[in-house]
């Protein structure tokens, strides 16, 4: 398989439009592609945006990314669907029922992965470790030492997923969260560079076969505070192909250099569900 690939992107807008950033007509679709549903920044809006809510009322909700995954899953088989962090936090949901009703609808939805937000400690480490073990997908975090809390051995920091023959690696990224969560709620997390970390797990994937790298990024878009974001991790890395990212609640789609000159796309979509993004990657189409 040649190691070509063409990104493309598509951002449902509620349940009914569609639109495409970018294509590659030479694209050979047959020759295998990746499509990959993406949401972040959930924040427990388990039911759709209040109506009196401006420019987004009546979006997001879970059955209506339920029913959009669905509709992209009738025309096009098997997609990976992945999650950015901060599903929890926001609604009564949360408050009442501590992230177990969205871990109910993801595992319904069929989510294929998350990485963590900051967001989700708001209730402590036993907490998550709870919500964590109710799971049917895997939690991916690359960047964070948890072997002294409550946390051990159920985060991984990569992933390795066989779609349709094709090697797809995982890796997340979550914030420091030294600063955005009650003090007792991070106890015992160390928090490891981003750069450094999504750089050895790349390489790990790579080498045991990673045909393409996705990173599941919990940054942020860009620096802030001295922290890199999406965008800088891109270019100071090399081997990840997609960055989709979660915490500033921006819609976004930009492509930036890594540090072989190859190309990384990175995407967000907005917050509360208003968006379902998806990236399809071609594998090995293009002619140069
Ligand atoms: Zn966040």
Not at 24 to 41: F, W
Not at 84 to 95: A, K, M, R, V
Request: net charge negative.
């Amino acid at each position: 398989m040649k190691s070509n690939k063409i990104v493309t992107i598509i951002i449902l807008l509620g349940v009914l439009t569609g639109v495409i950033f970018t294509c590659n007509p030479k694209a050979d679709v047959a020759t295998g592609m990746i499509s990959v549903l993406h949401t972040n920044d959930i924040h427990s809006q388990v039911l759709p945006v209040a109506k009196d809510k401006g420019r987004w009322s009546d979006y997001g909700g879970f059955s209506r990314i339920a029913h959009v995954v669905d509709s992209v899953r009738a025309s096009r088989g098997e997609v990976l669907l992945l999650s950015c962090g901060d599903f929890c936090q926001g609604t009564p949901f949360f408050n009442f029922f501590g992230g177990k009703t969205e871990v109910d609808f993801m595992n319904k939805i069929g989510y294929t992965a998350t990485t963590l937000g900051n967001h989700e400690f708001d209730n402590g480490m036993e907490s998550l470790a709870d919500m964590i073990r109710m799971s049917d997908f895997p939690y991916v975090v690359s960047n964070y030492d948890f072997s002294q809390t409550p946390l051990a051995g159920i985060v991984v920091p990569y992933h390795m997923i066989n779609y349709k023959g094709v090697k797809v690696g995982l890796i997340g990224l979550t914030v420091d969260i030294s600063t955005l969560v009650a003090k007792d709620n991070g106890k015992g997390a160390v928090y490891l560079d981003p750069v450094e970390n999504a750089q050895r797990w790349t390489d790990t994937l790579r080498s045991r076969g990673a045909d393409v790298v996705i990173c599941m990024s919990h940054l942020g878009d860009k620096e802030y505070m001295g922290r890199v974001g999406d965008v800088e991790l891109a270019a100071a890395t090399s081997g990840i192909d997609v960055i989709l990212g979660g915490h500033s609640h921006v819609d976004m789609i930009k492509v930036v250099k890594n540090k072989k000159g190859e190309d990384v796309t990175i995407t967000q979509v907005a917050s509360q569900g208003r968006l379902l993004g998806e990236v399809n990657i071609f594998m090995g189409g293009r002619e140069e």
